[in-house]
């Protein structure tokens, strides 16, 4: 490999560069005298959604007293047509409200513990039915739980029918009380951490819970030894209710197991929170998914003013009904208030807003990761954040990161030096895994922000080496991470290869329209040694001055067939 001294050296540097210390859950109100929204479906008889809705048809209490409805806005979940072979990942998290992806989203979640092996065969059938009818530019999702041992992200449709052929129900022949109890706590903390990592999606995302039963609310059970194991309360239930509130998505339950009759309490309950109705698969005449995804291409955001005792930051409950006849209005019970004291003293912190159940969009923010080789097995995440605008002065930011339960397992906190440039950089060490980044920031003008992406923290692997996720900047007198590119003439794409790389290694870097469409450009990369023997940076120029503005994938291919290949894929963006 060639070497590319001044690139790879501020690229180390950026992989290399360290903090670690150790967010909680999402609702769409902002602090101050922003009025609250709730998201609600409206469905008639037809089981098809109601599209002429007005206000004054719409009933709302909150803590038992009825609220003038400000506002009523119909939201259409329609795809934009465009295959979803054609859809890029988002190069980064954003809380724009509109840098989400235009498309539906459906997530399929299956308890897979509760499934005795062989007995999830009709969740199966059901979700591949469906799959076959997902329209152009739709995306689906799937992952298991309560441990994530399949998570697919929002993709295609052919790819989400792959991992499904690998789930296979692994719960045991009889489950203890106690059992129950922890699966199904664990099982409700990986729900809220996924609902809050969709909060801030434009169109709102249509979640399918497949298991065969929960346990019911309680305050514990006590374990063989006597001692008090898996508390579990209504409280992580409604906190499930109070994420799927935030992110508006659109809860289904489904009791999948043909073997199992009986009702669950557990599953009633987790219905009551988020606004849905159990669905029992086996007494199902059609498929229960084809109903759902009817139900949810129309939507409404209802808008009300709380009383200035509400704005505290706790969670509220309420009531949603349509007078129409015949129409059935499905909502949640929980929601979440921001504190109005934050706006008074000048906006949330940047630490607060960790923890709050709150999507801050006053600050338009951007924030992406990136996965690079730690000690022993933990990895480093580096995060890249900024402003989206460009006038704002950073005060304070603090970057958070949540395990696929929801919780904060590190946090980085900017200095003050590290704010006057832009982007802002942060690192933490964490366990491989699947993990959402919070990057919490306010200005000088009192604004605050909070931007959030979902990611695996993993490595890549092409035979015996090993590689970290590609990095994109320019070279400023040293190489600078860019989130989104406009007039640049050239793109730096960077990353790193562990292990002992043979003497001709093939590696090459281009960029093309599609993960898997021809190359538009090749470059040929260089490489840098390092302080570690075993540790290499790679490193190439892309010329993208003539690019339309558009997203394209960046990819880096190592290795061949026969010693093994890895691929490396990176959104690029450029702006007009």
Do not use: W
């Not at 060639?2 to 210390?21: H, N």
């Not at 309950?269 to 669905?279: C, D, S, Y």
């Not at 690192?427 to 491989?432: H, R, S, T, W």
């Amino acid at each position: 490999m060639k070497t590319r001294t001044s690139i790879g050296a501020a690229a180390l540097a950026l992989f290399v560069a360290a903090t670690a210390a150790p967010p909680r859950a999402i609702a769409q109100a902002q602090a101050g005298a922003e009025p609250v929204a709730i998201s609600f479906l409206a469905v008639g008889r037809d089981g098809r959604p109601v599209l002429d809705l007005k206000s004054d048809e719409v009933q709302l209490r909150v803590n038992g007293r009825p609220r003038t409805i400000k506002s009523l806005q119909r939201i259409d979940a329609v795809s934009d047509g465009r295959p979803a072979a054609a859809q890029l990942p988002a190069p980064f998290g954003s809380n724009s409200a509109t840098a989400a992806f235009s498309g539906r989203v459906y997530v399929f979640v299956i308890d897979d513990a509760s499934f005795r092996p062989g007995n999830e065969r009709l969740t199966k059938q059901s979700i591949e039915q469906f799959l076959g009818a997902v329209a152009p530019g739709d995306r689906v999702a799937l992952l298991t739980t309560p441990r994530p041992t399949t998570r697919l992200e929002p993709t295609t449709a052919d790819q989400v029918r792959q991992a499904l052929g690998r789930i296979a129900g692994v719960g045991p022949q009889q489950e203890t009380a106690e059992e129950v109890a922890c699966r199904t706590r664990d099982t409700l903390d990986a729900l809220t951490g996924l609902l809050m990592s969709l909060a801030s999606a434009r169109t709102p995302a249509t979640i399918v819970f497949f298991s065969t039963n929960l346990s019911g609310g309680n305050r514990g059970t006590f374990g063989a030894a006597g001692t008090f194991a898996c508390e579990l309360t209504t409280d992580h239930f409604q906190k499930v209710g109070v994420a799927a509130a935030a992110a508006k998505a659109h809860v289904y339950v489904v009791q999948g197991d043909l073997n199992v009759t009986g009702r669950s309490e557990g599953l009633d309950n987790l219905a009551g929170v988020t606004g849905a109705q159990v669905t029992v698969l086996y007494a199902a005449t059609e498929n229960p998914l084809n109903r759902f995804a009817l139900e949810t291409s129309a939507s409404y955001i209802v808008e009300f003013d709380p009383e200035p005792s509400e704005r505290n930051g706790q969670t509220h409950r309420f009531e949603l009904r349509v007078t129409r006849a015949d129409v059935t209005a499905r909502a949640g019970t929980q929601l979440q208030i921001a504190n109005a004291k934050a706006a008074k003293r000048g906006g949330i912190s940047p630490r607060d807003m960790l923890r709050e159940a709150t999507v801050f969009r006053d600050l338009p923010l951007r924030v992406a990761a990136f996965a690079s080789r730690d000690a022993g097995d933990k990895l480093k995440v580096v995060a890249v954040g900024e402003s989206i605008d460009p006038a704002a002065k950073i005060n304070a930011a603090v970057l958070g990161v949540y395990d696929a339960k929801g919780k904060l397992t590190a946090q980085s906190t900017a200095q003050q030096e590290a704010l006057a440039k832009m982007p802002m950089m942060f690192a933490a060490v964490v366990p491989p895994g699947q993990y959402r980044i919070r990057l919490a920031a306010t200005d000088s003008s009192g604004r605050s922000g909070s931007a959030d992406l979902d990611i695996p923290i993993e490595l890549t692997t092409a035979g015996a080496l090993k590689m970290s996720a590609i990095l994109l900047g320019v070279d400023a007198g040293g190489f600078k991470p860019v989130l989104e590119f406009k007039d640049e003439p050239t793109a730096i794409a960077t990353f790193e290869v562990y292990g002992k790389p043979p003497a001709s290694l093939p590696l090459r870097i281009e960029i093309a329209a599609t993960p898997d469409g021809p190359p538009i450009q090749q470059v040929p990369p260089s490489g840098n040694a390092t302080k570690d023997p075993d540790r290499f940076i790679v490193s190439g120029t892309l010329q993208i001055g003539s690019l339309a503005p558009g997203d394209y994938v960046v990819r880096a291919i190592v290795g061949s067939a026969e010693m093994g290949e890895g691929k490396l894929m990176r959104t690029l963006r450029k702006a007009k």
